[in-house]
């Protein structure tokens, strides 16, 4: 028996189907079978047996080329996730009042684990380039959202975050962690965060918590422009506004939070 195939014998076949499904990532959107294998560390007869399961459930697609791509029916179950579905209903009518006064990026993000994950983008024409896809995972300590999520995350969250190594991503990222405890606390006091070139140097970010009906932080709201003349000052309230509008929808009542009209960065 082989080193992989001894390996498949010792794991569960909920682990080996969860293993193929995340072998794609937004870099390797499509795999060939032999791709599959090697990314999920299954054997290739594995690999085939699983995958044809996937693809007859409708998790998978295969293309004429037999090649594999997620399919609609995960999407479709993935969309269901309560966490993510009522917060999404609740949020988009102030995320689209944000982005018709501001036409620039808008983003809605929680938090899981030691990673911000984005429930909803509304991206803008003409806006600055992001990072940013729904569904995507992003570290807590660069981004607007990441840094209102992680200031007001668990004290034993903060810790681990703090006391692991930071990614730059810019040579203004704040990876020094006793910075970034500054940071974090500043964050508290104004609540809201300001995220200026520390993922891409063009692009700055305002952040601000959205409050669940019993107080808690249960997601972050973003405003993202080009940093080349952006006022975190006059769009901060902007953010705000639409943080507070999302939490009364939450709690059960709200109405729109801005007029109609654009306004300048």
Known sequence: MTRRAERDAGTSVTS???????????????LSLSELARRSGVSLATAHR??????EWGALERDAAGRYRVGLRL???AALAPRGLGLRDAAMPFLEDLYEVTHENVQLAVREGLEVVFV????????????????GRFALHATGVGLVLLANAPAAVQ???LGSPLQSYTEKTVSDPV???????EVRKLGYAVSDGQVTIDALSVGAPVHA????VAAAVSLVVRADGAQPGSLAPLVMAAARGIHRSLSGGATRVFPSGRIRR
Not at 50 to 55: F, H, N, Q, S, W
């Open 50 to 55: 699983r995958a044809a399961e996937l693809v």
């Open 213 to 216: 009906a019993d107080g808690s």
């Open 159 to 161: 810790e681990e975050v």
């Open 75 to 77: 999407w479709e179950v």
């Open 16 to 30: 080996k189907v969860l293993a193929l499904l995340e072998a794609f990532t937004p870099d390797a959107t499509d």
């Open 179 to 185: 910075r970034l405890r500054r940071v974090l606390a």
């Open 120 to 135: 909803e983008r509304i991206a803008g024409r003409d806006a600055v380039p992001v990072w940013t896809r729904v569904g």
